[in-house]
């Protein structure tokens, strides 16, 4: 992608995310946009991991769980500031993909995925067991709304242009990284490990690289949301949740980065369109699912490129 189009295409984003909330009726999906750009932080990364690296995770929510949780803990129980709190969530959880990537990544396909898998298995028994510091499964409570250095994020709309401005970054980071040696480097190791270590690619490094990339997006999510509910749950971070996110990395297109956003975008506003159908809301939304994956076997990003493609040669004559 040449530089000129990459840049275009982050001008045209950043104008899409400031139209978006002007087009709602209310605030409510303001709330529904605000889980959107959170879910599409989590999957950028998730995608960078999978897509690119070609390694699968199934328990990346129990990383925006303990960012969570961790902030909730040191500004609501220890009564810290909130930028120590999202700090520490994002750190505990970086530093937790780093130890868990030393073994986990020496594997491949699907026991990778069985490693990730039982991670955030264990995560989830120990935010429902540990009653003391988490709240079990009732959840945590209490925990104060965003304010950063003397600014108090106290509506709806300057919390959604903070998450909006955080996806945006992210959004040019991950091109960057992706546009880069290492990025390059990943796409090799997808595509044959061997040859990688052939052209001389360190494949550990770059293997936790990505891991812990991946991890520090689902764990600034995990304090925005922290900080947004003011309440946190396990059932919020357990497996049901990293399978949704796998979904959306598929459905959106895998190694595609605005994929990810459009897969996080489609999956999370979906049941609020489908409220009417309050009967038949599931089977439309299985249906929905299988009609993208059955005419769109790349996804979102996939089918967007073939109809620009049809629509440019339609125009050409």
Same mark, same amino acid.
């Given at each position: 992608?040449?530089?000129?189009?990459?840049?275009?295409?982050?001008?045209?984003?950043?104008?899409?995310?400031?139209?978006?909330?002007? @087009?709602?009726?209310?605030? =409510? +999906?303001?709330? &529904?946009?605000?889980?959107?750009? /959170?879910?599409? !932080? %989590?999957?950028?990364?998730?995608?960078?991991?999978?897509?690119?690296?070609?390694?699968?995770?199934?328990?990346?929510?129990?990383?925006?769980?303990?960012?969570?949780?961790?902030?909730?803990?040191?500004?609501?129980?220890?009564?810290?500031?909130?930028?120590?709190?999202?700090?520490?969530?994002?750190?505990?959880?970086?530093?937790?993909?780093?130890?868990?990537?030393?073994?986990?990544?020496?594997?491949?396909?699907?026991?990778?995925?069985?490693?990730?898998?039982?991670?955030?298995?264990?995560?989830?028994?120990?935010?429902?067991?540990?009653?003391?510091?988490?709240?079990?499964?009732?959840?945590?409570?209490?925990?104060?709304?965003?304010?950063?250095?003397?600014?108090?994020? @106290?509506?709806?709309?300057? =919390? +959604?242009?903070? &998450?909006?401005?955080?996806?945006? /970054?992210?959004? !040019? %980071?991950?091109?960057?990284?992706?546009?880069?040696?290492?990025?390059?480097?990943?796409?090799?190791?997808?595509?044959?490990?061997?040859?990688?270590?052939?052209?001389?690619?360190?494949?550990?490094?770059?293997?936790?690289?990505?891991?812990?990339?991946?991890?520090?997006?689902?764990?600034?999510?995990?304090?925005?949301?922290?900080?947004?509910?003011?309440?946190?749950?396990?059932?919020?971070?357990?497996?049901?949740?990293?399978?949704?996110?796998?979904?959306?990395?598929?459905?959106?297109?895998?190694?595609?980065?605005?994929?990810?956003?459009?897969?996080?975008?489609?999956?999370?506003?979906?049941?609020?369109?489908?409220?009417?159908?309050?009967?038949?809301?599931?089977?439309?939304?299985?249906?929905?699912?299988?009609?993208?994956?059955?005419?769109?076997?790349?996804? /979102?990003?996939?089918?967007?490129?073939?109809?620009?493609?049809?629509?440019?040669?339609?125009?050409?004559?």
């Amino acid at each position: 992608m040449g530089a000129l189009t990459r840049h275009a295409r982050l001008l045209v984003f950043a104008a899409a995310l400031a139209f978006l909330p002007l @087009a709602l009726p209310n605030d =409510y +999906y303001i709330n &529904v946009l605000i889980l959107c750009c /959170l879910n599409a !932080l %989590i999957v950028m990364g998730l995608n960078m991991l999978m897509g690119y690296a070609g390694q699968v995770s199934l328990g990346h929510a129990a990383f925006f769980g303990l960012a969570a949780y961790t902030t909730a803990v040191i500004t609501a129980t220890l009564g810290l500031p909130i930028l120590v709190g999202i700090l520490a969530g994002v750190g505990v959880s970086a530093l937790v993909a780093w130890l868990i990537a030393i073994p986990t990544l020496k594997l491949h396909g699907h026991y990778l995925a069985m490693a990730t898998l039982g991670f955030g298995i264990i995560v989830s028994i120990v935010f429902n067991e540990a009653v003391d510091i988490t709240g079990g499964p009732s959840g945590f409570v209490g925990i104060p709304r965003l304010s950063l250095f003397g600014y108090a994020f @106290a509506s709806d709309k300057s =919390y +959604y242009c903070l &998450v909006a401005a955080m996806l945006w /970054l992210a959004t !040019l %980071i991950s091109t960057r990284v992706i546009d880069s040696r290492t990025g390059r480097a990943l796409r090799a190791i997808h595509v044959s490990e061997s040859a990688a270590e052939t052209m001389g690619i360190d494949i550990a490094k770059h293997k936790r690289f990505v891991f812990v990339l991946s991890a520090v997006y689902a764990g600034i999510a995990g304090t925005l949301y922290a900080h947004h509910l003011t309440f946190v749950a396990p059932s919020s971070f357990g497996f049901h949740f990293s399978v949704q996110l796998l979904t959306m990395v598929v459905l959106g297109g895998m190694a595609s980065i605005w994929g990810a956003v459009a897969g996080a975008f489609f999956l999370t506003s979906l049941p609020e369109f489908l409220r009417m159908f309050e009967e038949i809301d599931i089977l439309i939304y299985g249906g929905l699912l299988i009609a993208c994956m059955m005419f769109m076997p790349d996804g /979102l990003a996939g089918g967007a490129r073939v109809l620009l493609r049809r629509l440019k040669g339609t125009l050409r004559g």
